[in-house]
């Protein structure tokens, strides 16, 4: 194998390497720190590397460990000791996690190597990584066009065999959608199957830990680690993980999949509704029972998650008032004034803006009108998904409605921003669980490929049964097997004996 061969591998093949001794985990590190240094001035995708740290990791890790001697990136609102956590905001720039997440305590447990923090919109809150504080994460099959967000650093760096796998967040879609524009896969585990430990907070009861890989069994390889029970978060699940590798390679006849006549309305890119019809026929071909459901309430599924998610913001980024960590204003007059210059410098605008909106809606007189309301609708989305999965096994749909968008397209314009998560921001509200995979391309203006990503969406705690439905879809299509122009690059030969 050449060295600039081996950071194309997938986590699978990579093991099988590792496990064989093939490699070591010192030269693994090593040829990933060469080609982030190679690729990353182009695409961005890291905000901080500690490759000393990752080559001390390497020399003791257990390469017989499920993940051992696999670097994994992480997603800069996740914590890990002694490294940056700035959420990619100014005013954590300087801050220093002190202990490390939970998600982080067990992949090391299984043998995974901590490597570099991802970008990503300042607080988890964006749908293109253009609200970085920081700088833009450029999408690897377009560098003029965004990776996706709010996990758009994660994404690309999988996108460009900049990271073997990285971990992101999914509130309203924030795993699904950048893996959909940046070409690689995304699963949102359901509410409390990963500990939320160690997450810094953007909406409570929304937030979930989830892997961005380059196949299907690499996302099931991952969440076999971080799953499971955590006495530090209150809402983590206490239900027994099952190996989520184990029946990947089952047969998908006879399963029922349902297709939301909701999810294919008049607003869907016509390349996107080709690429997902295409898809739908693809699973018939194998077996599947394509059936029509409804999710009657949809179309109020952005307000109300705009309601919760700001108002549960507003909250929790009331901790970062200039007086026990991150940025301070310098000579406050009093409290007050140190309180609203500390966040007048420290947060941008999509932040202030979701703050704004979640306080006046938790304000006296507005609450009812506003808050509660939004909580009742989301009872009545969650009941839609609970009647729909009453039919079939699970659902069927586009992760986004458009491919990668250029930058600034939609900068200026918050409500079509928000609407890149339109089909991904119900199944956060009801707090299933859900998988972007590739599932073809579309072609720009200028003939540059763009990922067009499918979306498997299932009951809460059923990740086995979409992993498999995702993976069954996956290896019988080559959609995956395409590289972005920068990952070509690296991706002349694979490795022989690994597996796919």
């Given at each position: 194998?050449?060295?600039?061969?081996?950071?194309?591998?997938?986590?699978?093949?990579?093991?099988?390497?590792?496990?064989?001794?093939q490699?070591?985990?010192?030269?693994?590190?090593?040829?990933?720190?060469?080609?982030?240094?190679?690729?990353?001035?182009?695409?961005?995708?890291?905000?901080?590397?500690?490759v000393?740290d990752?080559?001390?990791?390497?020399?003791?890790?257990?390469?017989?460990?499920?993940?051992?001697?696999?670097?994994?990136?992480?997603?800069?609102?996740?914590?890990v000791?002694?490294?940056?956590?700035t959420?990619?905001?100014?005013?954590?720039q300087?801050?220093?996690?002190?202990?490390?997440?939970?998600?982080v305590?067990k992949?090391?447990?299984?043998?995974?190597?901590?490597?570099?923090?991802?970008?990503?919109?300042?607080?988890?809150?964006?749908?293109?990584?253009?609200?970085?504080?920081?700088?833009?994460?450029?999408?690897?099959?377009?560098?003029?066009?965004?990776?996706?967000?709010?996990?758009?650093?994660?994404?690309?760096a999988?996108?460009?065999?900049?990271?073997?796998?990285?971990?992101?967040?999914?509130?309203?879609?924030?795993?699904?959608?950048?893996?959909?524009?940046?070409?690689?896969?995304?699963?949102?585990?359901?509410?409390?199957?990963?500990?939320?430990?160690?997450?810094?907070?953007?909406?409570?009861?929304?937030d979930?830990?989830?892997?961005?890989?380059?196949?299907?069994?690499?996302a099931?390889?991952?969440?076999?680690?971080?799953?499971?029970?955590?006495?530090?978060?209150?809402?983590?699940?206490?239900?027994?993980v099952?190996?989520?590798?184990?029946?990947?390679?089952?047969?998908?006849?006879?399963?029922?999949?349902?297709?939301?006549?909701?999810?294919?309305?008049?607003?869907?890119?016509?390349?996107?509704?080709?690429?997902?019809?295409a898809?739908?026929?693809?699973?018939?071909?194998?077996?599947?029972?394509?059936?029509?459901?409804?999710?009657?309430?949809t179309?109020?599924?952005?307000?109300?998650y705009?309601?919760?998610?700001?108002?549960?913001?507003?909250?929790?980024?009331?901790?970062?008032?200039g007086?026990?960590?991150?940025?301070?204003?310098?000579n406050p007059?009093?409290?007050?004034?140190?309180?609203?210059?500390?966040?007048?410098?420290?947060?941008?605008?999509?932040?202030?803006r979701?703050v704004?909106?979640?306080?006046?809606v938790?304000?006296?007189?507005?609450?009812?009108?506003?808050?509660?309301?939004?909580?009742?609708v989301?009872?009545?989305?969650?009941?839609?998904?609970?009647e729909?999965?009453?039919?079939i096994?699970?659902?069927?749909?586009?992760?986004?409605?458009?491919?990668?968008?250029?930058?600034?397209?939609?900068s200026t314009d918050?409500?079509r921003?928000?609407l890149?998560?339109v089909?991904?921001?119900?199944?956060?509200?009801?707090?299933?669980?859900?998988?972007?995979?590739?599932?073809?391309?579309?072609t720009?203006?200028?003939?540059?490929?763009?990922?067009?990503g499918?979306?498997?969406?299932?009951?809460?705690?059923k990740?086995?049964?979409?992993?498999?439905?995702?993976?069954?879809?996956?290896?019988?299509?080559?959609?995956?097997?395409?590289?972005?122009?920068l990952?070509?690059?690296?991706?002349?030969?694979?490795?022989?004996?690994?597996?796919s």
């Open positions: 194998m050449k060295w600039s061969d081996l950071p194309a591998l997938n986590v699978a093949e990579l093991r099988a390497a590792l496990r064989s001794r490699l070591s985990a010192r030269e693994v590190v090593e040829a990933l720190r060469d080609r982030i240094a190679e690729i990353d001035p182009r695409i961005d995708a890291y905000l901080s590397l500690d000393e990752a080559l001390t990791q390497a020399e003791t890790v257990d390469l017989d460990l499920p993940l051992g001697g696999v670097p994994i990136a992480f997603k800069d609102i996740i914590s000791a002694g490294q940056p956590c959420c990619a905001s100014k005013i954590l300087n801050y220093r996690a002190i202990y490390d997440a939970a998600v305590e992949l090391k447990a299984a043998g995974a190597i901590v490597f570099g923090k991802t970008n990503m919109d300042e607080f988890a809150m964006g749908s293109s990584t253009e609200n970085s504080s920081v700088k833009l994460t450029r999408n690897p099959w377009d560098l003029t066009r965004v990776p996706g967000g709010s996990s758009g650093g994660s994404a690309a999988v996108a460009a065999d900049e990271a073997f796998a990285a971990l992101g967040t999914d509130t309203g879609g924030s795993v699904r959608q950048p893996a959909a524009l940046s070409g690689v896969v995304g699963l949102k585990p359901s509410y409390g199957r990963v500990s939320r430990f160690g997450l810094v907070a953007f909406a409570s009861s929304l979930q830990a989830g892997p961005l890989t380059k196949t299907v069994r690499d099931a390889m991952i969440l076999n680690a971080i799953a499971g029970a955590d006495p530090r978060d209150s809402t983590c699940r206490k239900e027994s099952p190996d989520y590798t184990a029946n990947l390679d089952r047969k998908l006849r006879g399963t029922r999949l349902g297709l939301p006549k909701e999810y294919l309305t008049d607003g869907i890119d016509p390349q996107v509704r080709r690429a997902v019809n898809a739908v026929k693809h699973f018939e071909s194998l077996g599947a029972e394509i059936v029509e459901v409804s999710l009657p309430h179309e109020y599924a952005v307000a109300t705009y309601m919760i998610a700001s108002a549960e913001a507003s909250a929790n980024l009331a901790r970062f008032d007086v026990r960590y991150g940025h301070r204003a310098e007059r009093d409290l007050l004034d140190l309180y609203g210059r500390t966040r007048e410098e420290g947060f941008g605008p999509e932040v202030k979701r704004i909106l979640g306080t006046y938790l304000s006296a007189g507005y609450y009812d009108e506003y808050y509660n309301r939004a909580q009742k989301r009872k009545l989305i969650r009941q839609d998904f609970v729909a999965f009453g039919k096994d699970a659902l069927i749909s586009p992760t986004a409605p458009e491919v990668a968008f250029r930058f600034g397209e939609r918050p409500l921003m928000y890149a998560d089909f991904t921001i119900a199944a956060s509200l009801a707090g299933i669980c859900g998988i972007s995979l590739p599932c073809g391309f579309a720009s203006g200028e003939g540059t490929e763009l990922p067009i499918l979306q498997v969406l299932g009951k809460p705690l990740e086995a049964q979409i992993l498999q439905i995702a993976h069954g879809y996956e290896q019988s299509t080559d959609w995956h097997k395409r590289k972005s122009p990952a070509k690059e690296n991706a002349e030969r694979r490795t022989p004996n690994a597996q």
